[in-house]
């Protein structure tokens, strides 16, 4: 037997606060109602809203760690260290690998990648990979969309290598000791926008680099950046919105040869 469903109506919006923002941009109630809903108030937000624009995405350099980061990977790239990528092997982290890896490839980086065996080695830092890779001459390994909760498998490399830990999963209370540790969700990170996907957070690094050298090259891979942003299922407001609806942009006009491949 199927289970019974049942609506729960969401309460209204704050009438006096639907009705400014009704007034503001000329729009219905019913869709200043649903944007109030969603926490969207004021008409600067709303206008944002409707308005996605990559002139209105933060200044990666508010989260915190990221100066550290940028610093070390100029460091790295600087002295021709080897740099290694570990991503995940779920959308969301192979886009932010891929994003990184071209990134840091065009900028003349020594750079590769690795994304874990999912059945072999499941999900996350794997301290034997780790070892391999240092035994490899890794200088330098940017975790993407994963090591937030690896803490001690950090401890246990942290004299041997560096590690730059890029992540959007909840930030447990013990946070891996790392060279730096990029994550919007840090309870001290001041970063206003939280709902950032693996690959959104790889971007804003790549949007750091890109703000102490030269070129748009950030810009380039907008398509696969939109694309981990929608696989993650994270809420498309904020940086999000800007993000995919640049993309998509990107998608219809110059895609990126795998997605060209895929939608083929």
Not at 93 to 122: C, H, M, N, W
Not at 163 to 179: E, F, G, L, V, W
Not at 189 to 195: G, Q
Request: charged residues 25%.
């Amino acid at each position: 037997m199927s289970a019974e469903k049942r609506w729960v109506l969401k309460e209204q919006g704050e009438p006096a606060k639907v009705a400014r923002l009704a007034t503001a941009l000329e729009i219905p109630p019913v869709l200043a109602n649903l944007l109030v809903q969603r926490g969207i108030e004021t008409e600067e937000e709303a206008w944002q809203f409707f308005n996605p624009k990559l002139e209105n995405l933060h200044d990666p350099f508010l989260m915190k760690d990221m100066d550290v980061a940028v610093e070390r990977l100029n460091k790295a790239m600087g002295k021709k260290e080897r740099i290694l990528i570990y991503g995940d092997y779920d959308v969301d982290g192979i886009t932010a690998t891929s994003v990184l890896y071209r990134f840091l490839k065009k900028l003349g980086a020594d750079v590769t990648y690795y994304i874990p065996e999912r059945q072999s080695e499941g999900y996350g830092l794997n301290l034997e990979a780790l070892e391999h890779l240092i035994e490899q001459g890794t200088a330098l390994v940017i975790t993407v969309d994963c090591g937030i909760s690896s803490y001690d498998i950090v401890e246990a490399v942290r004299d041997r290598i560096d590690m730059i830990i890029t992540d959007h999963h909840t930030a447990p209370d013990m946070i891996p000791r790392a060279k730096a540790v990029i994550n919007h969700k840090q309870k001290d990170c001041p970063y206003k926008d939280k709902n950032l996907s693996g690959v959104g957070v790889a971007f804003k690094l790549c949007q750091a680099l890109w703000l102490t050298k030269t070129g748009e090259w950030y810009l380039d891979d907008l398509d696969i950046v939109a694309l981990g942003t929608v696989a993650d299922v994270v809420p498309l407001v904020g940086e999000n919105r800007i993000i995919v609806k640049a993309g998509l942009e990107k998608m219809n006009s110059q895609p990126n040869l795998g997605i060209k491949k895929l939608i083929d």
